[in-house]
């Protein structure tokens, strides 16, 4: 802006003198009601789903840095919230820090698992748990590991992979207990001893007996000659 200044002295000596000058006015901070504190909010929900006194309509309107954001259970994070002045000319926008509560969200089971029969006077553990589903990922287990006497009701707990933003869930099933099958015990009888087979004696073998000495010829005997048969044919006349 042009501006005249004039400066007139106490002193009479000199006279009053007068300039136009240039006045840059810069504009100010807006200095809007903020809201007191944040409401403590679930898991879940984004920054824009957060709901806080507003006493500053008139002048402005408020909006989170980043309205997108989804704070985590347990996080210490602080978030901008700025304000935005209606008479922009004026009056730049400011912003403050806010940290929140976060409650952990609860999981919604979309399906209870099947639990498997067992015999009475079983431990629950040997009841296998299958097919369970839950918005979000996570281990079914028994809440306690007791000896099923019969067919009942029995807590089992889910428990989210996401433990710092999700609650364990705890739910009843049903299990069956079947009657305990009777395992026979009776010894079977002892097998008959198998016969012993006792070796065949080994034939003796007896020594075949010396043969005779040929009786020795005396040389001064001289042996028989045999005399050789005579036949006789009858001769007719």
């Known amino acids: ?3 005249s200044v004039s400066f007139a002295p106490n002193n009479s000596d000199y006279k009053e003198e007068s300039k136009v000058v240039k006045l840059n006015v810069v504009k100010a901070d807006a200095t809007p009601t903020w ?3 944040m409401p403590a909010i679930t898991f879940g929900n984004c920054l824009d ?4 006194d507003n006493d500053a309509e008139n002048d402005g309107y408020f909006s989170w840095e980043d309205g997108s954001i989804v704070p985590h259970a347990k996080s210490t994070t602080g978030y901008q919230l700025i304000f935005y002045p209606k008479d922009k000319t004026h009056y730049n926008s400011v912003s403050k820090e806010y940290s929140f509560v976060v409650n952990q969200a609860t999981p919604a089971v979309l399906q209870k698992p099947k639990a498997s029969a ?5 431990k629950l553990s040997k009841s296998i748990l299958s097919n369970g589903f839950a918005t979000v990922q996570g281990t079914w287990s028994w809440v306690e590991d007791c000896v ?5 009701k029995f807590d089992v707990k889910f428990v989210p992979d996401d433990k710092d933003n999700y609650k364990e869930i705890v739910i009843s099933l049903d299990v069956v207990a079947t009657e305990k099958k009777v395992i026979d015990v009776t010894p079977s009888p002892e097998p008959s001893p198998e016969p012993k087979l006792e070796p065949s004696p080994e034939p003796k073998l007896e020594p ?3 043969p005779k000495p040929e009786p020795k010829l ?6 028989s000659t045999p005399v050789p048969a005579i036949t006789l ?3 007719q006349n």
């Open 49 to 52: 789903d957060v709901e806080y």
């Open 218 to 223: 005396d040389s001064n005997v001289i042996p």
């Open 35 to 37: 809201p007191a504190t």
């Open 148 to 152: 099923v006497e019969k067919s009942g």
């Open 208 to 210: 075949s007996p010396e």
């Open 118 to 122: 067992i015999e009475e006077g079983d």
């Open 1 to 3: 802006y042009d501006v």
């Open 233 to 235: 044919t009858p001769v």
